[in-house]
C-alpha cells in the first residue's frame, strides 16, 4: 500500500518528463508511472509531461486525453511520432527527436517554472534539462536508466570516434556536471557515469524495484497461467519482458539444443518460455524452428491483470545482458525476477550490476554472456537437484524485500528531490 505522510512538502515542485508512462507496457513506464504516483503519495507537487502510448503495438492504438489525472498525478500529453520501432533505428530515433523537440518548445513557453526529473527516455533528455537551465533558469534532476552515447557503440549504432558521439558525449558531460542532482539505478553505473564525467557529477543510486505486493511467489499448482500452459510438471526457465538487441537470447535457444540433445529421454522435464516482443524475437522463433525445438515456446507481451500469473510461472527466471554493456545499464526483469521467487540465472560478467547481487547474495547462478555451455551446466545442476532450485527462489524474494524494496527507494527519491534549490 502508498505509504502515506503528513508532512507538509517543502522541496520545489516537480515536473516528470518522460516519453514513456501510464499506460504504457514498458517497464520504464511502469517504473515512472509508480514513482510519480508514490511521490503524490507523499506530498510531493509533482505532475508529468508525456507523450501518447507509443511502446507496442498495442500501445500505439490507444489514444488518450490530452490531459488527465491519474491516481492523484496531472498528466499532460504532447504531440510527438509514434512510429514501430521494431521498424528500424530510424523510426526510434524519429520518435525520441519528436518528444525531446516538442517537450523543449512546451517547457520553454511554459508560465510555470518548475523542477524537471528528467528519465533517459528518450536516451539524450537530460541535455534537455542543460538547455533549459541554462535558457530560463529550470533546475533538472537526470535518472539515468541506460547510459548513452556508450550504450549505442556496444550495439553497435555509434562508432567512438564518430562526430555525434564526441558531440553527443560532450552535451552529457555539461547536463551531468550542471544538473542539480545526478540519480542512477547501480552501482556500477555511478562508478562508470564518476570516471567518464568526473567527480561533480553528484550522483546517487536509487534502485529500480518491482510491486512486491502485485508480485508474489506462487506454486505452480496454485498457478493458472502455469496450468494453461503446461508449465506445472516441467522445470520452466522464463523470460519475460523486452526480447531486444542488448540481450544475450541467442545463447539460451542454443543452450536448449545442447540439452534436448543430452537429455533427450527427460525432455519433458524442462520448458523455456519467452514471453515478450522485440528486435529480436524473429530470430529466436527462427533458431528454434531451424532446429526442430520442442522444449522452447514464445508467447506475447501478456495483459496486466495476467502479470501476477505469468511472472511467477517459472522456476527459474532469466536475466541476460550482452558483454559490453556492464556499467551503462540494469535490466528491470532483475527486479521481477527477485520478486517472483525464482531462482535466478543471470547472463552477465561478473562485474555487472546483476552479476555481483546474484553471485553475493546467492540467489541463483551466473553465468558468462556468450556461453551455451555454462548455461547448460547451470540447468542441468537445477534439474539435478530441485531443492536448491526452491532455495535459490527463496533466497532471491529475501534479496528483494532486503534490497530492492520499492517503499525504501521512493522514500529516497523524496530525500533527493527535497534537497534541489526549485
Known amino acids: 500500500m502508498p505509504e502515506n505522510t503528513n508532512d507538509k512538502w517543502e522541496g520545489p515542485s516537480v515536473k516528470m518528463v518522460t516519453q514513456f508512462f501510464h499506460p504504457d507496457t514498458s517497464a520504464n513506464a511502469t517504473i515512472l508511472t509508480e514513482l510519480a504516483i508514490g511521490l503524490a503519495d507523499r506530498g510531493v507537487d509533482i505532475d508529468v509531461l508525456t507523450g501518447q502510448p507509443a511502446y507496442s503495438s498495442a500501445d500505439r492504438e490507444r489514444t488518450e486525453p490530452k490531459f488527465e489525472v491519474y491516481e492523484g498525478v496531472p498528466i499532460r500529453r504532447i504531440i510527438a511520432t509514434r512510429f514501430d520501432k521494431n ?27 518548475q523542477t524537471l526529473l528528467l528519465p533517459t527516455a528518450p536516451p539524450f533528455l537530460p541535455i534537455l534539462g542543460w538547455w533549459l537551465g541554462t535558457i530560463r533558469g529550470y533546475s533538472y534532476v537526470p535518472v539515468v536508466y541506460d547510459l548513452y552515447p556508450d ?113 533427450r529421454s527427460v525432455s519433458d522435464q524442462f520448458e523455456f518460455l519467452f514471453i515478450g ?48 554493456v556492464e556499467g551503462l545499464c540494469v535490466s528491470s526483469k532483475f527486479y521481477t525476477a527477485l520478486a517472483s521467487g525464482q531462482a535466478v540465472l543471470a547472463i552477465s560478467k561478473p562485474d555487472s550490476e546483476i552479476g555481483r547481487v546474484v553471485e553475493r547474495t546467492g540467489c541463483g547462478i551466473r553465468v558468462d554472456p556468450q556461453s551455451p555451455d555454462q548455461i547448460v551446466d547451470a540447468i542441468t545442476r537445477w534439474l539435478d537437484d530441485p531443492e536448491m532450485t526452491e532455495k535459490m527462489g527463496e533466497r532471491a524474494r529475501e534479496v528483494f524485500e532486503q534490497e530492492f524494496n520499492k517503499q525504501r527507494s521512493l522514500k529516497q527519491y523524496h530525500e533527493q528531490l527535497s534537497k534541489v534549490d526549485g
Open 87 to 113: 521498424e528500424g533505428t530510424k523510426y526510434r530515433l524519429l520518435n525520441d527527436v519528436s518528444f525531446f523537440l516538442s517537450a523543449f518548445l512546451h517547457l520553454l513557453f511554459s508560465r510555470r517554472k
Open 151 to 263: 550504450m549505442a557503440v556496444e550495439l553497435g549504432y555509434l562508432s567512438e570516434d564518430g562526430v555525434v558521439y564526441r558531440v553527443w558525449d560532450w552535451l552529457n558531460r555539461c547536463a551531468y556536471r550542471r544538473a542539480d542532482e545526478v540519480i542512477t539505478i547501480g552501482e556500477t553505473m555511478k562508478e562508470t557515469l564518476v570516471s567518464k564525467y568526473g567527480e561533480e557529477c553528484n550522483v546517487t543510486v536509487i534502485h529500480n524495484w518491482e510491486d512486491g505486493e502485485f508480485i508474489q511467489p506462487q506454486q505452480k499448482t496454485e498457478n493458472e497461467f502455469s496450468w494453461e500452459h503446461n508449465l506445472v510438471e516441467p522445470t520452466t526457465v522464463l523470460y519475460s519482458g523486452n526480447l531486444g538487441l542488448h540481450h544475450d537470447l541467442e545463447s539460451v535457444v542454443e543452450a536448449a539444443s545442447k540439452l534436448e540433445k543430452t537429455r
Open 277 to 324: 516482443e522485440g528486435g529480436k524475437k524473429p530470430k529466436l522463433m527462427e533458431m528454434a524452428a531451424d532446429y526442430g525445438l520442442d522444449t522452447v515456446s514464445f508467447l506475447p507481451y501478456q495483459p496486466k491483470e495476467v502479470l501476477p500469473d505469468s511472472l511467477t510461472s517459472g522456476d527459474i527466471a532469466l536475466v541476460t545482458m550482452e558483454e559490453g
